[in-house]
T-cell receptor, first 114, second 112 residues
Framework: EPEVTQTPSHQVTQMGQEVILRCVPISNHLYFYWYRQILGQKVEFLVS????????KSEIFDDQFSVERPDGSNFTLKIRSTKLEDSAMYFCASRGTMNTGELFFGEGSRLTVL | GNSVTQMEGPVTLSEEAFLTINCTYT??????LFWYVQYPGEGLQLLLKATKADDKGSNKGFEATYRKETTSFHLEKGSVQVSDSAVYFC???????????FGKGITLSVRP
C-alpha cells in the first residue's frame, strides 16, 4: 500500500542551526501539507502546497520556514534558524484530487532543538 | 475560529472493555468531523468520518455520531482489543478547504 515517508525520524540540532525535514508523498498526490505537534499540545497546521506554490499558511509559518518541492518526489520543510520552541513532531501529509478530507500522513519527524 | 477539544488522557483499559473518547468542537459553518488514529511507528490514518449532523461514522468496530446540538463527535467501541492501543485524534474541516483542525490526541493503552 502506498505511504508517505519522512526523514529523519529524529533530529537533534543546536539553536540557530538550519534544519531540513524531508517527505516523500504518495506518488500520484498533488496536495501537500506540513503539520506539527509540540509535546502535549494540539496538532497544528503549518502550510499547504499545491501546483508548486503555497496555497495556505498559518501564522506559525513565518519567514523562518519555507517549503519546496525540489523534484517530482520530495517535499521539504526548511527551518532557517531554529529556536527552542521549534522542538516538536513534524508531520507531512498528502492527498489526491478528491477533497474528502482524508489526508495521508507520514509517521513524523521529531525535532529537538537544544 | 475552529477548534477541537478532546478529553484528557491517557486512557488505560482492559481487553474487552467499553471505550468512549470524548470530542467536542467549535466551528464556523458546517464542519465535517473525523477521527484519525496513529498506531505505534506509523503515520496518522483516517479511522472514520461524518459529514453532516446525525451521520454515524464507523470502522473497525469504532463508531462516532455527529451531534450538532451538543457539538460533539465522541468515539466509542463496545469491546477494545490490545491491537487498538494507539493515539486517537479528533479533527474537523470546514468548507472546501481541506485544512484539518485537530485536537491534542489521546493515548489509549489496552491491557491483555
Amino acid at each position: 500500500e502506498p505511504e508517505v515517508t519522512q526523514t529523519p525520524s529524529h533530529q537533534v540540532t543546536q539553536m540557530g542551526q538550519e534544519v531540513i525535514l524531508r517527505c516523500v508523498p504518495i506518488s500520484n498526490h498533488l496536495y501537500f501539507y506540513w503539520y506539527r505537534q509540540i509535546l502535549g499540545q494540539k496538532v497544528e497546521f503549518l502550510v499547504s502546497f499545491y501546483n508548486n506554490e503555497i496555497s495556505e499558511k498559518s501564522e506559525i509559518f513565518d519567514d523562518q520556514f519555507s517549503v519546496e518541492r525540489p523534484d517530482g518526489s520530495n517535499f521539504t520543510l526548511k527551518i532557517r534558524s531554529t529556536k527552542l520552541e521549534d522542538s516538536a513532531m513534524y508531520f507531512c501529509a498528502s492527498r489526491g484530487t478528491m477533497n474528502t478530507g482524508e489526508l495521508f500522513f507520514g509517521e513524523g519527524s521529531r525535532l529537538t532543538v537544544l | 475560529g475552529n477548534s477541537v477539544t478532546q478529553m484528557e488522557g491517557p486512557v488505560t483499559l482492559s481487553e474487552e472493555a467499553f471505550l468512549t473518547i470524548n470530542c467536542t468542537y467549535t466551528a464556523t459553518g458546517y464542519p465535517s468531523l473525523f477521527w484519525y488514529v496513529q498506531y505505534p511507528g506509523e503515520g496518522l490514518q483516517l479511522l472514520l468520518k461524518a459529514t453532516k449532523a446525525d451521520d454515524k461514522g464507523s470502522n473497525k468496530g469504532f463508531e462516532a455520531t455527529y451531534r450538532k446540538e451538543t457539538t460533539s463527535f465522541h468515539l466509542e467501541k463496545g469491546s477494545v482489543q490490545v491491537s487498538d492501543s494507539a493515539v486517537y485524534f479528533c479533527a474537523l474541516k470546514t468548507g472546501a478547504n481541506s485544512k484539518l483542525t485537530f485536537g491534542k490526541g489521546i493515548t489509549l493503552s489496552v491491557r491483555p
